[in-house]
């Protein structure tokens, strides 16, 4: 009697485990340097907005930052965004640089945002309570400078 012989006994073996992958690469080890000169030639597009024009509006405190300017003066900068209006989601931006010449502005700015501080020294780790307040700010413009003025604080936007 013939011996069987199975199809699958002609097939060699493999290896059911593929070679390991290597991992996708990270953005600190990617290589972008290829893109160089494209980059470099490439002309951004113009935005499609300007700045907000001056004005009242009802804006949220939603970003906050103390910081030193180049003088070395304190700075406190403000982002807020736009709550209602045809400007809604936009942000407005204000800077104020603390020195004794501005300090009764800067107190000023804090108190219409219910911050009260027995010393400014306070402020930095008492920094996150701004975050959310509603304010009704004016924005105006002389020349090419625009400053932000606190109007009142809201309790509802």
């Known amino acids: ?20 992958a290597h991992p996708p690469p990270t953005a600190q080890s990617m290589d972008l340097s290829r893109f160089n000169r494209s980059f470099e030639a490439e002309q951004a597009p113009a935005p499609t907005f300007g700045e907000v024009p001056d004005g009242r509006y009802r804006v949220l405190i939603t970003d906050l930052e103390l910081s030193l300017a180049s ?15 045809p400007f809604e989601r936009r942000m407005i931006w204000k800077r104020r640089v603390i020195t004794a010449n501005t300090i009764r502005y800067t107190k000023s700015e804090l108190l219409t945002c219910g911050l009260r501080l027995e010393r400014l020294s306070d402020l930095n780790r008492r920094l996150a309570e701004l975050q959310g307040i509603g304010l009704e700010v004016s924005k105006v413009t002389k020349g ?9 604080r809201l309790a509802t936007l």
């Open 1 to 20: 009697m013939a011996e069987f012989v199975s199809l699958f006994d002609s097939i060699p073996d493999f290896d059911m485990h593929p070679p390991t």
């Open 71 to 85: 003088t070395g003066n304190a700075v406190l900068k403000y982002g807020l965004r736009v709550a209602a209006g």
């Open 144 to 152: 090419d400078k625009s400053d932000v003025f606190f109007n009142r």
